[in-house]
């Protein structure tokens, strides 16, 4: 199947077509990378349904979410242990984060917007700007909180293909955005993208922000940023001092391993902050926000997480590719190898395994996408993919 | 001054003026209730401004935000640092939250939002029901960040004035309600009443919700439910299940002592909670949502706080009456003295005596509210109030 083809065939069908195509993308996100702990939007009447127990649960490798199985520094567990004394006020003293942000990233405090994790970020670029039925516009696969958000508002999104090789074809979002540009909100960029792990250059986005009609929002979903090493990529932060329409989205959810805390930010011009606040809770626990600003003071942390997961990472490519599968480069914590069968038995194989992996990323259904844990996570990732891809596999599907 | 008076005045002058009214509030409630830690919604380049430092902060008798100052009981805190081991995880086990509110409140677990602090469900009604201009209608004072979110969201308030006797007058909301009905998004009805602990008896509350027009939705926020114990109230959690249009809002930072762990809830018929849901960021710590189901499962540590907490009101109260000032009766863990003057400069002279007390609540802007501590606290409040009210005190305000 040729993926680009066919989807750019529903996108030249115009619109409706378009639209139609987004509507047939399943809902299986809600374990997913801005999940915030059980049921982010649970059907009504069945909370916790598929949940593991907490037995069952502990003792999977967990390579389902991209989360930082090296788990959080002791020095940030101290920041965070030091202040529970204030779990019961409201007016305690400021860590300073929004001050430690704005070292940390190069811009000033007033540009930052401190949420309940990136996802809030992604939730509330969302309602801010896809007002009157104006959409996103973004590729797939991406990371699709976005996309769903945005149907549950009743706005839409406009949903374009990944080139041949995985990557965010620039030339086709502007060419997007100029022709549907009074139908469109915000336009979403996932750099590094999730699911591939693949980036858009500094060079593209230029090429991005330059092209687009002026003042249209640009999201760009930095949550990966902290692993990527190669030198044609760079943050977008400094678009947000020059004062164009770009808003950031960063996490503690990843690198800072900790997503279950709840907090990340958004970097934007003051006047998109402004905007954007009323829809943002503005409610960050206070144990989060303690860690999370030890955290931006603990650069060799970060920088000692990197370094070992993009050996463990290349390691196990090294592995599968020698094996003979194919794996898509990647510049973040996780992967996507080709299985050249449908993924959905295969997840289920890697649960009876013991091992959670990625859930499926249509339209790529044989592609899977695996997080890089710890070595020994790898190990067992290795060897339940070879005992489950040396068995054909049901295609069965409920 | 005659409260009432003055402001049906500017009721009954129209929308116009009663908006009028509304617009000469002060934004005071930035460290206040609902409040999730510093910098709800900071100015722009002010983070941080006239916070503590932390050793002043905690050496402060803080009776400002009506905080349980027990704290957190040893079961609760067990259960949250028995947890630490998911803070970096997404898909962590449920620890049946959903389920446990149900039974706490007689509700089904469909019926049920979880959010990060109850200010999140004042937000997410405000976004949710006062779009296309639709205002939201309730008393003031009452807890004023459900009035202050209508105006970022470029919607407005209709606010009423009180009772000569501090109470919410139904009579008077059901008139506003059938006259402005279509200008109308929503009726708050805070239930006991913050700043003035009263309450809407059971009687009262179904006065209003049998008088108003059909299907439009009351947010009925519990948040001191837990501390009233006269028999004419009622909590409304059964007016859910009738499927009427009420949301019931409820908090863990008040008798559970969780403020900074930001976790609330909103009860409302699944429609309702269907509307609400794409607004609520979801995004609620892993530690909030094990400590809070503990507390729902530790209703003998809550009926203690509750017993102790109205023990010490009551001696304050007596202390103050034979002192010879008027205080409000009170159904919650605070009350409002009457100073017969200004506030706002006894309010920074309890500052400077190490006491924290309750920001001014216009119009009355001449009665102190004092959230009740441990009797050690309040020991520090006598003293300090017998001092400064010894005094006077400049009515120089900035």
């Avoid at 996108?11 to 996100?29: C, H, Q």
């Avoid at 702990?37 to 349904?49: T, W």
Wanted: aromatic share 8%; charged share 20%; net charge positive.
């Amino acid at each position: 199947m040729n993926l680009k083809n066919v989807s750019r065939r529903k996108f030249v069908g115009g619109l409706a077509a378009a639209l139609g195509y987004v509507s047939t993308g399943p809902n299986l996100d809600v374990f997913a990378q801005g999940q915030p702990g059980p049921q982010r939007r649970p059907g009504p009447g069945a909370p916790g349904v598929g949940r593991p127990s907490e037995a069952d649960y502990d003792s999977f490798a967990k390579l389902a979410n991209n989360e930082n199985n090296y788990g959080i520094p002791d020095s940030v567990m101290q920041a965070m242990t030091d202040h529970w004394k204030y779990a019961g006020r409201y007016g305690y003293p400021d860590p300073g984060i929004n001050q430690a942000i704005a070292e940390f990233d190069g811009v000033k405090p007033e540009n930052v917007m401190v949420t309940a994790g990136s996802g809030e970020v992604l939730d509330v670029v969302g309602t801010t700007y896809c007002t009157n039925g104006k959409k996103v516009l973004g590729v797939e696969p991406s990371y699709s909180q976005v996309y769903q958000h945005a149907t549950t508002i009743k706005s839409d999104a406009i949903k374009l293909p990944l080139t041949k090789d995985y990557r965010q074809d620039i030339d086709m979002i502007l060419d997007a955005a100029k022709k549907h540009q009074d139908e469109i909100g915000f336009v979403y960029v996932c750099n590094p993208n999730n699911p591939t792990g693949q980036i858009v250059t500094k060079d593209e986005i230029k090429q991005l922000l330059d092209g687009l009609p002026a003042g249209m929002p640009v999201l760009i979903d930095e949550a990966y940023h902290h692993y990527v090493d190669d030198p044609n990529y760079a943050t977008s932060m400094p678009y947000v001092n020059e004062g164009r329409s770009v808003i950031v989205a960063r996490t503690f959810s990843k690198i800072a391993a900790m997503a279950a805390m709840r907090i990340g930010y958004a970097v934007a011009p003051t006047a998109l902050v402004q905007q954007m606040r009323p829809y943002a809770s503005g409610s960050v626990n206070v144990l989060a926000r303690y860690g999370a600003t030890a955290t931006l003071k603990n650069k060799p942390m970060m920088e000692e997480v990197k370094r070992k997961t993009i050996a463990t990472r290349e390691k196990t490519i090294k592995d599968l590719r020698a094996l003979g599968y194919e794996v898509i480069p990647s510049q973040s914590n996780f992967f996507m190898v080709g299985l050249r069968r449908d993924v959905q038995p295969v997840i289920q194989a890697f649960r009876e395994e013991g091992v959670l992996v990625g859930r499926p990323f249509p339209p790529m259904t044989q592609h899977l996408r695996v997080s890089v844990g710890v070595p020994e996570d790898m190990e067992r990732f290795l060897v339940a993919f070879k005992k489950i891809m040396s068995q054909p596999t049901t295609t069965a599907r409920g």
